[in-house]
Structure formats: structure tokens, C-alpha cells
């Protein structure tokens, strides 16, 4: 169990922790929350012994593993993937070399009886009980393996020196060998920031199933509320501990918030009561020790404090695009190639006004490419690629903060990418993205991550357009600052391509995914939760091909050549049963899909009919799988 008792931190002036205390038990899964800032990270590197608090202790039970994954990491290159998320097992490794060392031992000594004999028995049964509880280095390299797997890595993948791995690939490595390690204690600052979207899901689905305690801060929504039980929230120094997932909290918080804001308006109130009587009374002679007793009672008053942080966000509100032609994007044959490197070929997609589509999938796999192709910061290698008519083109890049230069102002940096026209309304621009005052003078080195993000997006207002391309545009951003602007782009009247793993973000927010898989693209017409869904079934049929493949095995050597003929025709009619099944059920769920449909007198026998052919597909692939297992 971990303790974590009258921490108190202050930096300066302010008091960031304030004598905070709580406890953590066995199993539990916890969510950090509360904006940026709040001291949230400052609690994990307490607990894992990288700030000495103030005051306050940590306590834990003697043995008592912590495994801690921030946000700043410093990896070893000299090895291969594989070689550093070995490291994981050196203390397997120790033990090993340990218990070896003791049977060899024992096999020599003769003092049975004596104290020193027993002391090594004990230390062998102790050994013994680690090992069996970890495995042994056999099991190691297949459970690394699996680990490197599900967070994306390939199988040739492994053998790739570290060195040559982006800081992205780095974080997966740290990150493995922390799960690896089955500690009893997991912190883990914003692990998701490097991940995608299958690699979250598969995380999500190991931290679920995790035995030891977990102190969660993460930015994704969905991954605390299918993980954690409980929310801690940081605010002005102190905490509240609700025994919530993230989304049960909000609506606790907001309960808690009003009680807090009606003690606070009565506090006022009394307050003011008591200065204004003070103010009579100073100057009477009879009523002055009055008047100095009633100053000495407001000095001592607890006075309730009020974060406005969670009220206050930004407005973001994209101007109105003018009208593009229809088809705003049009791409054939599309292939992007780095030398050898093939990162995509054969990609077709065609856009239509005021479409939103999702482009999801692995790191690496052509996401960001494509989107820098289609702003022209890219060339390709070969297709074609045509923007329509009165297109005008908005990029907000993956490193868009970056590109601010951090010697200019906040001010300065809205003149040089304003046009005329808008120089008058800069002002009111930043106060909206919670820049007011002499904020806007600041320079921009001096921002954190969420606040040049802010800026960043307040430049993209500056000029209209109605073709947004945007590359993770909720990195660096608050839970607020997110469904803001999400709220801002389902109102936005052009057309999105947006590039995200981000799945509460993501989630009702597009009408088409684009898949970036293996060097193909391939399109799913439904949003982040229809392509999650779709790829679960993939998965399974995929699994569950192989399975029905290796029982039928036994019977390809009964096969003679007129069977094998047989079953090969009746193949090749399933497959183009299952494609002409395929396309009806496509051209009918676009018919579904029209905000009209379920106006129309015929929508319940076309919701019929999809139904049937659903089946009717269903078991065309049954049908084909059996079939071509029998070839195997």
C-alpha cells in the first residue's frame, strides 16, 4: 500500500502542493486530474523519489517496485530494440546467476545444522519465489516480444538499433520495459502521447487486466474511463478524491463546484458585512477594539478559493469559408517513396465539400505524409493529385508550435501572419485563446506546450478556408481546450481532414476513416468507433481462418486433382458472391446514411434487405473459409 501523507511543495511565492495526503491500495487504478500545470506530474515524481517534498512523507512496504514513465526520457542507443527491452529482466538475469551460484554451494557444504547453512536456504526459497513469480529468461524473450508487438513495433523491427529510432519509438521502448517489469506500483505521465490508435487499444487492454496499483495522468479520455475507478483531482494545492472514472468525476465535480461557488458568494457576502462595520466603527473610540477584533476574525478566516480554470476556455469560432466546388480533392495512383522506402502506393480517395474524414493508423505509416502532400509541402513520387475549384487550403502541422518563433511577441506573431483586414481585431482574437492583457507581449519561448498550441490555433483564424488539414491537432491541449475545439470543428462549415489517435476526439466528430496500413490506404465509411469496431471483427475472422485453416490441414492429402479443381471453382464463385454481397451492402448503407433516409415510406424494407444481405454475406465467408482451408 502506498502512503502519501502532508506533502507540502512550494515553489517562490506559491504553493504548489498543500499538505495533500492520500492512500493508494493493492490493485487500484487511479486518474490524476485537474489543468495544466496543477502539480499533477509533481505528485508522480514525489512518489517515485525524483523531488524531495518540503514537508511530507511517501511511505510504502519494504520491496515495494515502482516503475515511473515521464514525459522526459533519457534511453540508452547502443543496443537493439530488442537488447534494451531485455533490460527489463537484469534482475531476473541477477537471480539466475544467483541460485546458480547457490546450488553450487550447497553441493560442497557439509554444516547442515549451522546458522549460516539455514541463512542460505532461506535466501534460495526466497529467490525461488521471485523466479516463479517473473518467469525464467525462456518465457522473457517471448513475453518482450509480445509486449514490443502490441505497441507497435514488427517483428523485423526488433533487431533495429535504438540509434536510429525517432524519440516517439524511444518512449515505446521505456515504455515496454516498464510493463515488463510487473511492478507493483505503475506512474505513468501521458503514455499515449506517442502511441496510435491500435497500439492505445492494445495498451488500454493491458492496463485493465494489470495487477499492480496504477497512477494514471493522460490527456485521453476514454483510456481513464476504461481504466481507472477512482480520479484524484489537483486544484489550488489541494486535492478531491472522487471514487469515479473521468466522466463520473466531471459530473461530481460540477455538483461539488456549485456547492463551492454558493459557500463562496456567502462568504463574500459576509465578508463585505463585516468590513463595512469595521469602516463605521474604526473611527469610534467606544467601538475600536470591536472594530480590531472583528479584523483579526476576517485574517484568520479560511477563505474559499475559486479556480476559474475549468469555466474559462477559449472561443474558437472558424471563419466562414467561401464556397469550393464539389469535389474539393481528388487522388489516384498516389505513391510516396524515400529511395528504397516504400511509404505508400496505389492511395485513391476522393473528397467531397464539406466532408470530415479521420486518417488513423500505425506511426509511420503515411499519415503526416499525405497531409503534407496534400498542403503541397510535399512532393509525391508518382499518381495524381488535384485540390478543386476555390479550394483554399488551411495546414495545421503535427509540430505547428514549433514553427512559432520564439523570439517574436504573442502580438507580433498574429501581425506577421494577419492580413490587412484582421490587424484590427488581433487583440480580441488572443483575449478569445486566453491571451489578455500584457499576456500579449510576452515572447513566445516563454509559453508552455498548451499555451503555444493556444497561439498556434489563433493564427489559423486569421485567414478563411475551406479545406482544413490538421495533423494531432489536441497535442499539448487540456480536457476543456479539447472538446472545444472539437465543438469548433463540428460547427465548421468546410471540409476537415484530420489526422489524430485521439479517440474521444475523434469520436462523432468525422463520417469517413482512412486506414494507413502496410503501405495501403484502405476507407471505412463510419467514424473512430465503426472502424474500431470493424477492425475487431477483421482481427477475429483473421484469427479465426487460421484456426479453422490449421484443423483442416489433415485433409489436403485425400484431395485428388479433380476435388482440388472443384473446390477451387466454388472459391472463385464465393469470391465474386462475397464482392457483389460487399458492394450492394455499400451502396446501401450510403443510401443509410443520407439525413433523409428514415423519412422515406420504403427505409424499413431497405433497413431489411441490408439485414439479409448482411447475413447472406456472413455466410459466403463462412462458406469460402471452409473451403479454403481445405487446400491448406
Keep these: 500500500m502506498l502512503n502519501v501523507l502532508d506533502v507540502f511543495i512550494q515553489y517562490g511565492d506559491r504553493i504548489l502542493l498543500n499538505n495533500i495526503s492520500f492512500t493508494a491500495k493493492p490493485n487500484e487504478k487511479i486518474g490524476l486530474a485537474g489543468r495544466n500545470g496543477a502539480g499533477k506530474s509533481t505528485i508522480l515524481k514525489v512518489i517515485a523519489g525524483d523531488i524531495t517534498p518540503d514537508k511530507g512523507k511517501i511511505s510504502y512496504p519494504n520491496g515495494y517496485s515502482i516503475g515511473y514513465l515521464h514525459q522526459d526520457i533519457k534511453i540508452k542507443e547502443d543496443k537493439t530494440v530488442i537488447e534494451e527491452a531485455l533490460t527489463a529482466f537484469d534482475q531476473l538475469n541477477q537471480i539466475e546467476e544467483r541460485l546458480e551460484e547457490i546450488n553450487v554451494e550447497l553441493e560442497t557444504r557439509t554444516d547442515y545444522e549451522s546458522p549460516a547453512y539455514t541463512k542460505i536456504l532461506e535466501e534460495l526459497a526466497t529467490l525461488n519465489d521471485h523466479l516463479s513469480h517473473m518467469g525464467d529468461m525462456s518465457q522473457a524473450q517471448a513475453k518482450t516480444e509480445r509486449v514490443l508487438k502490441g505497441l507497435g513495433f514488427k517483428h523485423a523491427e526488433m533487431d533495429k538499433p535504438v540509434a536510429q529510432l525517432s524519440g516517439g519509438w524511444k518512449m515505446r521502448i521505456e515504455l515496454a520495459k516498464i510493463l515488463l517489469s510487473e511492478v507493483d506500483l505503475l506512474l505513468l505521465d501521458e503514455p499515449t502521447n506517442h502511441l496510435d490508435i491500435e497500439s492505445i487499444v492494445w495498451f488500454e487492454e493491458y492496463l485493465k487486466s494489470y495487477s499492480g496499483t496504477l497512477i494514471l495522468i493522460s490527456h485521453d479520455v476514454r483510456l481513464l474511463d476504461n481504466v481507472t475507478t477512482r480520479t484524484i483531482e489537483v486544484e489550488l494545492g489541494k486535492i ?110 476522393s473528397v467531397k465539400r464539406g466532408e470530415k474524414i479521420a486518417f488513423v493508423g500505425q506511426n509511420g505509416q503515411g499519415k503526416t505524409t499525405l497531409a503534407k502532400i496534400i498542403v503541397n509541402e510535399l512532393d509525391k513520387t508518382k499518381g495524381l493529385l488535384k485540390i478543386g475549384h476555390n479550394v483554399q487550403v488551411g495546414y495545421f502541422a503535427q509540430d505547428q508550435d514549433k514553427r512559432l518563433t520564439g523570439a517574436n511577441t504573442l502580438l507580433a506573431t498574429m501581425e506577421n501572419a494577419s492580413p ?213
Design 240 to 349: 478531491y478524491d472522487y471514487k469515479a472514472n473521468y466522466t463520473k468525476y466531471l459530473t461530481l465535480r460540477t455538483e461539488r463546484r456549485e456547492m463551492l461557488q454558493s459557500a463562496y458568494e456567502n462568504q463574500q457576502k459576509t465578508i463585505k458585512e463585516k468590513e463595512r462595520v469595521i469602516e463605521r466603527f474604526r473611527a469610534k473610540a467606544n467601538k475600536a477594539k470591536m472594530a480590531q477584533s472583528m479584523m483579526k476574525q476576517l485574517e484568520r478566516m479560511d477563505k474559499i478559493q475559486l479556480d476559474d480554470a475549468h469555466v474559462k476556455g477559449m472561443r474558437i469560432k472558424f471563419p466562414e469559408p467561401i464556397r469550393s466546388g464539389d469535389d474539393v480533392l481528388e487522388i489516384k495512383d498516389l505513391a510516396k517513396h524515400y529511395d528504397d522506402l516504400v511509404v505508400f502506393e496505389h492511395a485513391n480517395l
Design 420 to 632: 490587412p483586414e484582421m490587424r484590427t481585431k488581433l487583440r480580441s482574437i488572443l483575449g478569445a485563446f486566453l491571451f489578455s492583457g500584457e499576456d500579449v507581449d510576452k515572447k513566445v519561448m516563454v509559453l508552455s506546450g498548451g499555451e503555444r498550441m493556444r497561439l498556434a490555433l489563433a493564427v489559423l483564424l486569421l485567414k478563411p478556408m475551406n479545406l482544413l488539414v490538421m495533423d494531432e491537432p489536441t497535442n499539448h491541449l487540456d480536457m476543456t481546450s479539447k472538446q472545444i475545439l472539437k465543438q469548433a470543428l463540428l460547427d465548421y462549415k468546410g471540409t476537415l481532414i484530420v489526422v489524430s489517435h485521439d479517440r474521444d476526439f475523434l469520436d462523432g466528430l468525422t463520417e469517413r476513416t482512412i486506414e494507413f496500413r502496410d503501405g495501403k490506404i484502405k476507407e471505412y465509411l463510419g467514424d473512430i468507433n465503426y472502424f474500431l469496431e470493424k477492425r475487431a471483427v477483421d482481427d477475429f475472422r483473421s484469427i479465426e481462418q487460421r484456426s479453422k485453416v490449421t484443423k483442416q490441414k489433415k485433409q489436403k492429402s485425400n484431395l485428388n486433382s479433380n476435388q482440388t479443381h472443384e473446390i477451387k471453382k466454388e472459391i472463385q464463385r464465393l469470391e465474386s458472391k462475397i464482392e457483389k454481397l460487399e458492394l450492394k451492402i455499400s451502396d446501401i448503407e450510403t443510401e443509410m446514411a443520407d439525413p433523409g433516409f428514415y423519412d422515406c415510406a420504403d427505409s424499413a424494407k431497405t433497413i431489411e434487405k441490408h439485414s439479409q444481405l448482411k447475413k447472406q454475406l456472413q455466410e459466403a465467408m463462412s462458406a469460402w473459409e471452409a473451403a479454403a482451408g481445405k487446400l491448406e
